[in-house]
């Protein structure tokens, strides 16, 4: 199954992407804890466009499941921004943790992002 949305950059669009990853594991039978880590993953993806992606209107959600698979994109046309910069949060910081919750809950986890044009992030997930 592949879905592709193209969403307004709005709080709002976060919670339509969850539901719409959740009903389309739920339908595969996919086992709860893989559903779990996906939907925090794409979760914190989907909310850095909406507070990070400056100068984006609309952000892009592609979702792929196959039986043993699940693999998303999210990409935007923000400012973008150095993912090698991006350091890990502080204990005492209530943000800042998203990038390292999508790699600890994702596998082939890759972050691509060129000034001005935007930024990409992909993982996936396996499934038993």
Request: glycine share 8%; charged share 25%.
């Amino acid at each position: 199954m592949t879905v592709q949305l193209d969403l307004p950059r709005e709080a709002g669009s976060v919670p339509t992407v969850r539901r719409m990853l959740r009903s389309a594991l739920a339908v595969l039978q996919i086992d709860r804890d893989a559903q779990d880590d996906l939907e925090i993953a794409i979760t914190e993806a989907c909310s850095n466009v909406v507070r990070h992606a400056g100068g984006a209107e609309n952000f892009e959600v592609s979702l792929d499941v196959a039986d043993h698979r699940c693999s998303i994109d999210v990409r935007d046309t923000g400012a973008g921004f150095d993912p090698e910069a991006v350091g890990a949060a502080s204990s005492s910081s209530e943000s800042g943790r998203g990038l390292s919750l999508i790699k600890a809950l994702g596998e082939n986890v890759r972050m691509h992002s060129v000034p001005k044009r935007g930024s990409l992030i992909h993982f996936e997930k396996s499934f038993a």
